[in-house]
């Protein structure tokens, strides 16, 4: 009954089933998310289970969709794991047939298939385990205790980038990227960071972002500039960084099989 259960979990009928299903929910989720972001703006704040408790169960009309999602999303990672799983299985078993460099290859779509898994995992992670602490305001000089750890960061400058051209002329010497140098000290650590609106700062494991910034144009009277913060703390960010580096050893393996084989030579893996 076990071994029934686990060829029916690895089919390829239910790739494809749950993979109608889910084009089929997007598309449904397209149009309730339409003009209602804000509904689903505070996932990114209190987390996965205190939005489905609030947000989520007021709001079924247009939140039913998400949770059917996140039920097709499980089954396709487990669809993925008994599928991949097998056929790992059963390479193994044949090894002998396949030269050791062969073999490797044979491996490469396999390893992708998990780095999947344990990039959604990391996801899942984020949104149930990542707190995300009280912001902070930085001004020069000033140093501030980054919330739950001893480590402290100061602002010491200010170096936005600003807009040069001439086809835009409103832009005029406004900030199109701002740029802060960070002082992060910590005990015995010290060093420094640049914090950009598209560059947040890890240090002991929380994320610092950029939330707001002052001034925003090149020679404004504000007294001092002023970087307003977010500070997060995220134990998915490794699982990230595992399913990447695992789906990038297996594009090189995939990449090394193309080359040694030639392009009219043997199928690929």
């Known amino acids: 009954m076990a071994s029934l259960l686990w060829h029916k979990l690895g089919s390829i009928r239910l790739t494809v089933i749950v993979c109608l299903l889910l084009w089929g929910d997007l598309a449904w989720g397209y149009f309730c998310l339409k003009g209602r972001t804000s509904l689903f703006a505070p996932l990114n704040d209190i987390g996965l289970l205190a939005w489905m408790a609030t947000y989520g169960r007021h709001n079924p009309a247009l939140t039913a969709w998400f949770f059917i999602l996140l039920v097709l999303l499980a089954l396709l990672c487990v669809n993925t794991f008994a599928c991949t799983t097998e056929r790992v299985i059963l390479l193994v078993r044949v090894r002998e047939a396949f030269p050791g460099r062969r ?4 491996f490469a779509p396999h390893l992708m298939h998990y780095a999947l898994i344990v990039i959604l995992a990391g996801y899942l992670c984020s949104y149930l385990c990542a707190r995300v ?33 001439n086809r835009l002329p409103f832009l005029d010497n406004r900030v199109i990227r701002p740029r802060a140098r960070l002082r992060l000290v910590d005990g015995d650590t010290r060093r420094t960071a640049v914090l950009s609106d598209c560059r947040p700062v890890r240090f002991r494991g929380c994320g610092i972002f950029m939330a707001d910034y002052s001034p925003k144009k090149k020679g404004s009277t504000a007294m001092r500039a002023r970087i307003d913060t977010c500070v997060r703390k995220d134990p998915g960010v490794g ?3 595992a399913g990447i580096g695992m789906f990038t050893a297996g594009l090189i393996l995939y990449a090394g099989h193309w080359f040694w084989s030639g392009r009219n030579g043997k199928e690929l893996p």
């Not at 073999?103 to 044979?106: E, I, R, W, Y």
């Open 103 to 106: 073999l490797v290859f044979k």
């Open 239 to 241: 699982l990230y960084m």
């Open 133 to 165: 602490s009280p912001g902070f305001t930085l001004v020069p000089g000033v140093p501030v205790t980054l919330p739950g750890t001893a480590a402290r960061i100061t602002l010491e400058s200010f170096d936005p980038l600003y807009y040069r051209g």
